[in-house]
Nanobody, 127 residues
Framework: QVQLVETGGGLVQAGGSLRLSCAASGRTFSTAAMGWFRQAPGKEREFVTASNWSRGYAYYADSVKGRFTISRDNAKNTMYLQMDSLKPEDTAVYYC????????????????????WGQGTQVTVSS
């Protein structure tokens, strides 16, 4: 089992920045890729970004490309989501997720491929 805990959400003005953290514990060596999803009120959960760590490549949704950056500190077993130039439409609950196998391209976008999920952290961007 892998446990994921997100922190770092909050309220920020449009144009501002936030950094989310996702601390992983348990059998973290069993995860090949991790990512971030988000869900806004009344909407379905959507892909934000993911990375296959050992392959050193990240995927981003078009809506966040150039503004969000995924990274990881292996020593701390922690994944980060740096969010810059935030927009009101980025308001959502953000979830980190981990999968046991690698993904490529749009395969990384499918939430059903992720086995472990955090509890979510609220991000609110005011206009």
């Amino acid at each position: 089992q892998v446990q994921l805990v997100e922190t770092g959400g909050g309220l920020v003005q449009a144009g501002g920045s936030l950094r989310l953290s996702c601390a992983a514990s348990g059998r973290t060596f069993s995860t090949a890729a991790m990512g971030w999803f988000r869900q806004a009120p009344g909407k379905e959960r959507e892909f934000v970004t993911a990375s296959n760590w050992s392959r050193g490549y990240a995927y981003y949704a078009d809506s966040v490309k150039g503004r969000f950056t995924i990274s990881r500190d292996n020593a701390k077993n922690t994944m980060y989501l740096q969010m810059d130039s935030l927009k009101p439409e980025d308001t959502a609950v953000y979830y980190c997720a981990a999968r046991a196998n690698y993904c490529t391209g749009t395969g990384c976008y499918d939430a059903s491929g992720y086995v472990y999920w955090g509890q979510g952290t609220q991000v609110t961007v005011s206009s």
